[in-house]
């Protein structure tokens, strides 16, 4: 079991050092094992820091760096071991347009080197026309759920409505 | 073993049958506030052998259950199902044969959820243990709840450990 | 103390029922004290229905259906006894559009009834687009923050940039 | 008793002196994440008395104090100053004569702060009093912080008490 969990441990840190300088197109990042010296009882420990700044503590990053930074780390398992599917409920809600994009970004790279289906849930139209297909989720009769396929012309009409 | 479908029936808002397919890649999923998305996510964390009922937002189990709405009473029971394909026959060594496996989790208000994997009834912890051998599960770190991204980076080091053990 | 409670109580209460209705265009919504049949003990709980549904918890209530229902009870407060500064942190983030839209009247409404100065902090074009006035908060030199003032124009030039 | 603006310096990411200006109606406040927007609100939080240091991102009070940049050194100090325009004479009696109200906190590293009301030294305690007359302060349900709007719906009914008695 000890050196399985080392080995993951070290595949998952090369991908996470890897993810970050992408999403943040620099700074720095690693993962750490903490609190006992025998792998099997330690904690995991994240450390990064954005490009041009000293972060003391990962609780002063903002709200849109810790969700691209969370990201970064659930993809990392990913490409160490491939879940079948990942569901991301509005994880872009923080995120300016810049930040969007680089996210969406990853998510191509993603479809191409996991096996994992993704679902997005998002009210953002620039994730929306990044996807490969779109569900509208509507209540006409309220109260009752029902799902659509939707094109990308009609998802507008639909955030709009 | 690849996940294909999703079917729910009087779950939470979903009170009519819903067939929600999940296709390789990327699949967007959009509508107004309160419309159901989480649901969904939900019902799949649900369905993989959930056993919080906070998580899912409730006070106890029943809560799942479709609780009515303008012109449509309460249901009684609520069940999802979920569809995996097995065709590269990676899944548990009991179900080598079958191409296909189908996992269902039915629940009836005041009594209790019941498990079924190919129409056979069956443990929770086994359904539990078919998914976590599957790298995923009711708690898997790939299913990000609604404004808990961030939960990752302010998490201690030690609940932090399962992403490892998920991966090892 | 206990008149006063309660009477403060009162008129909270009557703005909420107000307000949830004109954000959700319909529903109902109550404060209770409970707890203890002595006002100045008991806790403040919540009821709010969104039209057309059945709530048994709040706790049911989606992301952004719950944001709606906590600015709704936040303004009642100010109605009832205006503070000089509200703050608001990107509480549109989880909103559709429509309700970014009955957001920002309910926000310009507050303006003409109520005393307090709003600091909205937003990455939505739309709630900038209903603004009296904007400031940019800048990192040209990284890690270091500076304050402009901008105008709508260069506000959605900074938001992409 | 309203608030007219706020001035500081070496306060987390604003390592330079920044005067922000406060006026009536809606004031919006925009830029790319990570950009310090969210510092702003903390730094009015801090300078009406703020005592929890968890509930400003950092482990220690000191962590408010600019660490340093790519191209700048770590500050010693920090110093957040609010304007209060009292020309109504509603703030407390001691300062009824005074049109204007300027509170100020100051940190060292390693030394806590200090406060002052328009340059007289004062305690913490008198700058919480001084808002907390205002319907304000660092506690304030009407400062919502990045993510808690929902805070206020899952709270418990005990926890909810405050906004009443803010109210009364
Ligand atoms: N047992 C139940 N029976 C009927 N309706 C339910 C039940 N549980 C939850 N709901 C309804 O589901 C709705 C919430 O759905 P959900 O959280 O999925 O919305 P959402 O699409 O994610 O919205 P948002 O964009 O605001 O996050 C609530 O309005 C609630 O009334
Ligand atoms: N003591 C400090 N010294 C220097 N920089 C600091 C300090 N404390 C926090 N910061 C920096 O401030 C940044 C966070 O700022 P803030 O949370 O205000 O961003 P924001 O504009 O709200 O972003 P978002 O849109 O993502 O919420 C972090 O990147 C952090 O490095
Ligand atoms: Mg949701
Ligand atoms: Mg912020």
């Known amino acids: 079991g000890r050196e399985r969990l080392i080995a993951a441990f070290q595949v998952i840190d090369g991908h996470f050092r890897d993810l970050f300088t992408t999403l943040f197109q620099g700074g720095e990042a690693q993962l750490r094992l903490v609190e006992s010296a025998d792998p099997l009882e330690s904690g995991l420990e994240i450390y990064a820091c954005p490009p041009g700044k000293r972060l003391t503590v990962m609780s002063l990053m903002s709200g849109g760096e810790q969700a691209l930074t969370a990201t970064a780390l659930i993809f990392a398992v990913f490409l160490a071991h491939p879940a079948p599917i990942c569901v991301l409920d509005e994880v872009d809600a923080p995120l300016d347009d810049a930040n969007v994009e680089r996210f969406c970004n990853l998510l191509d790279a993603m479809r191409a080197r996991a096996a994992t289906r993704f679902l997005a849930i998002t009210h953002n139209p620039l994730t929306m026309s990044r996807m490969d297909r779109l569900f509208g989720v509507t209540m006409r009769e309220k109260g009752v759920s029902q799902l659509v396929s939707v094109d990308l012309g009609e998802a507008r009409a639909l955030a709009a409505s | ?168």
């Open chain 2, 1 to 168: 073993m690849q996940i294909n479908r999703l079917r729910l029936s009087g779950f939470k808002s979903f009170v009519d049958p819903v067939d929600f397919p999940i296709a390789p890649g990327l699949t967007g999923v959009i509508g107004p506030n309160g419309c159901g998305k989480s649901n969904l996510l939900e019902a799949l964390r649900w369905v993989m052998g959930a056993t919080s009922a906070k998580a899912l937002r409730g006070e106890g189990m029943d809560d799942v259950i479709f609780a009515g709405a303008a012109g449509r009473p309460p249901r009684t029971h609520a069940e999802v199902t979920i569809d995996l394909d097995n065709t590269n026959r990676d899944g548990p060594a009991a179900f080598a044969a079958a191409p296909l496996i189908q996992v269902s989790r039915r629940i009836v208000r005041g009594q209790g959820s019941t498990f079924r994997i190919n129409g056979a009834e069956t443990r929770a912890r086994d359904v539990q243990l078919l998914f976590a051998d599957a790298s995923t599960g009711a708690n898997s770190p790939a299913l990000v709840r609604q404004g808990q991204i961030s939960e990752l980076i302010a998490a201690k080091p030690q609940n932090r450990r399962r992403i490892l053990e998920e991966a090892a």
